[in-house]
């Protein structure tokens, strides 16, 4: 089965037909602004994927190695998924879909953040985009992807452990 869309992409400038094949991949140029257009974090320097997300973008802008590169950066962001489900659910308290109070507390506190009664509703205020008091995957996603990542979220984690061992704790 191929189907058949119209395709305008905002970060290219392009508009044109494209065919997707039945494993619905297309073009290298469709599947890198369709990848920017579901991740807006791919555009923030600070994101540990920016670089491989320019790298593709010179790639599919230059004509070199375009689906490598677009490859490369699908896998990495399939990783950087799993990665975050991984962490989502090991906050989780058991048998729940999303982060409560506490889960968010033992979070932070296990992460090296501040993790007081203020902090977190802070946090749960700054995150809960829709209101329900909890945190679900979706906005895990974009908290993380606002730190700049998975790396950057266990980044203070990996400084206390690695302060510990120094002071030989």
């Known amino acids: 089965r191929i189907l058949i869309r119209l395709f305008a992409c905002s970060y290219f400038f392009l508009q044109s037909y494209y065919v997707l094949d039945a494993n619905m991949q297309g073009p290298p140029e469709v599947r ?8 807006a ?5 600070q994101h540990m994927l920016y670089g491989l997300a320019e790298a593709a973008r010179i790639a599919v802008e230059s004509g070199d ?3 490598d590169a677009v490859d490369i950066l699908e896998k990495k962001l399939d990783t950087e998924k799993t990665m975050l489900h991984a962490a989502f659910k090991r906050f989780c308290s058991d048998g729940q879909d999303s982060l409560g109070f506490d889960d968010l507390r033992r979070m932070n506190d296990y992460l090296g953040f501040p ?3 203020n902090d977190i509703q802070q946090l749960t205020r700054k995150v ?5 008091g909890r945190v679900d995957i979706t906005e895990f996603e974009k908290y993380v992807a606002g730190m700049g990542g998975s790396m950057a979220l266990f980044q203070e984690r990996r400084k206390r452990i690695s302060k510990s061992s120094s002071d030989g704790v």
């Open 128 to 132: 809960d985009r829709d209101g329900s």
């Open 65 to 67: 190695d375009a689906k």
């Open 115 to 117: 993790s007081g009664r």
């Open 32 to 39: 890198l602004c369709t990848l920017f257009d579901r991740h």
């Open 41 to 45: 974090f791919l555009r923030d320097d």
